[in-house]
């Protein structure tokens, strides 16, 4: 099964180092990488363009204000394991780097990590090893086989001086990252947790939805419902438009649901659980987590639902909705009810 690797490069400063020490352990690694089908993704602290870390809400929350921490959180969720490269300002780890740790929580954690250190005297060591405290506070594991270069010898006119061995030692610290990152796997499917969907996430979400709108057809006598009939390049165009969360189990996608703001509105939909999965509350807490996630300045929260899906609009009921067929289309219904101040507040 194939990984994927960030190499975050972490300091930003113009003139820097770091592009071409990360660059020289992608090229040293190369090899292994095709031959472990690793996929290297590099992500340049400079060109992600973080703030200071600029989010109202506890990154464990992943309640997220702001695009460019979605996007940072996205990219991150997306990685099996980390290879940071890192340099060392007074004794400790960039700004850069401990500041993007902060942004995200769950992204992190339950995946193995690796350092690439460079520096003056101490070749970068004292800066790796705080970062390594930090990144182990927040579920990452450090597997050790990490590599050093001390500038003076080890890097000429801005390039890393080509040396067999320590490009052997890279090349064996990222197999090690592999199979740490393997036998991590079962921790990191988050199995029951309400998660952020990924593009990787479009082919379940397209047989989830048509699994569960077949009921629905029936029961409504219509069967070019959207849920239904949709492409995968369709789901995948609406991930942008929408915040879409997923819930697996057992690496299944099993549920999910949809919201995005509307005027004053905050719509939600294709609340959908597999039908083996039913009865168990997860609607609910589906329903709820997008409900919390309304932003600030939500008067209504709106949904819609076939005239006769009488389980769904029981469950909008129940959770406070009331129905209406004003304005609904046709064979449709509009449940609304009013946004609380406890459940709004994040855009
Ligand atoms: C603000 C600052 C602080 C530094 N502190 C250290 C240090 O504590 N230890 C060290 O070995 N090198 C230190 N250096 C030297 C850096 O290791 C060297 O400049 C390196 O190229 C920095 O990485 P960068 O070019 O990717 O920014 C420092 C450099 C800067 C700019």
């Not at 992204?107 to 101490?122: H, M, R």
């Not at 090349?171 to 592999?178: D, E, K, N």
């Not at 796997?185 to 047989?207: F, M, T, Y």
């Not at 004053?264 to 609910?284: E, N, S």
Request: with cysteine.
């Amino acid at each position: 099964m194939s990984m994927k690797i960030m190499v975050v490069v972490a300091s930003t400063r113009p003139g820097r180092l770091g592009p071409a020490i990360g660059e020289w352990f992608v090229r040293a690694t190369a090899a292994t990488a095709a031959e472990l089908e690793v996929v290297i993704d590099v992500a340049d602290l400079a060109e992600v363009g973080l703030p200071f870390l600029d989010e109202p809400e506890h990154p464990s929350t992943g309640v997220y204000v702001h695009a460019h921490t979605r996007a940072w959180s996205s990219r991150v969720d997306a990685a099996d394991a980390f290879v940071f490269v890192t340099a060392e300002y007074n004794f400790a780890m960039p700004a850069t780097l401990k500041n993007a740790f902060d942004f995200l929580s769950r992204e992190w954690a339950w995946k193995p990590c690796l350092f690439v250190g460079y520096g003056n005297t101490s070749a970068g060591s004292r800066a790796v090893q705080m970062a390594r405290g930090v990144a182990a506070s927040m579920r990452m594991l450090s597997v050790g086989g990490d590599v050093y270069l001390r500038i003076a010898d080890d890097v000429v006119d801005g390039e890393v001086v080509v040396d067999e061995r320590r490009a052997g030692q890279a090349r064996g610290a990222l197999t090690q990252l592999v199979r740490a990152a393997d036998v991590l796997r079962p921790l990191r499917e988050r199995d029951g947790q309400i998660v952020a969907a990924a593009a990787g996430d479009v082919s379940e979400l397209v047989v989830l939805q048509r699994a569960c709108w077949v009921d629905e057809a029936i029961a409504n006598r219509a069967f070019d419902l959207p849920a239904l009939t949709e492409t995968a390049a369709q789901v995948e165009v609406s991930l942008a438009e929408w915040q879409v969360w997923v819930i697996r189990s057992g690496g299944r996608l099993i549920a999910s649901v949809r919201a995005r703001r509307d005027g004053d509105a905050w719509l939600i939909g294709r609340l959908m659980v597999a039908p083996d999965y039913r009865h168990q509350g997860l609607g609910q807490q589906l329903l709820a987590h997008a409900e919390a996630h309304a932003p600030a300045g939500t008067a209504t929260i709106a949904l819609c639902t076939g005239v006769r899906s009488t389980g769904p609009q029981a469950l909008y009921r129940q959770a406070g909705y009331s129905l209406t067929r004003e304005g609904a289309p046709p064979g449709s219904v509009l449940l609304r009810k009013a946004a609380t101040a406890g459940s709004v507040g994040n855009s």
